[in-house]
């Protein structure tokens, strides 16, 4: 039982940091400032989290990070 309320309370920390991730490759972002993301799909843009739940923009392949817009 306890095993189960201690794995529990690990994964709810991490999704009220901004994040969650199944996998290395699949996972979600919660981000304040942007709504859209699907327009980086297939894209060297990846979106960053920060500890304030709002996100930027980084580019993997240039290194450049951008602030998004509102």
Known sequence: MWKILLFFLANLTTILAGYYCNTPTHCTLYCDN????????????????????????????TGISIEPHN
């Open 34 to 61: 942007i709504n859209d993301f699907s327009q980086l799909n297939k894209t060297h843009w990846i979106i960053v989290p920060r500890q304030d739940d709002s996100c930027y923009f980084y580019n993997t392949l």
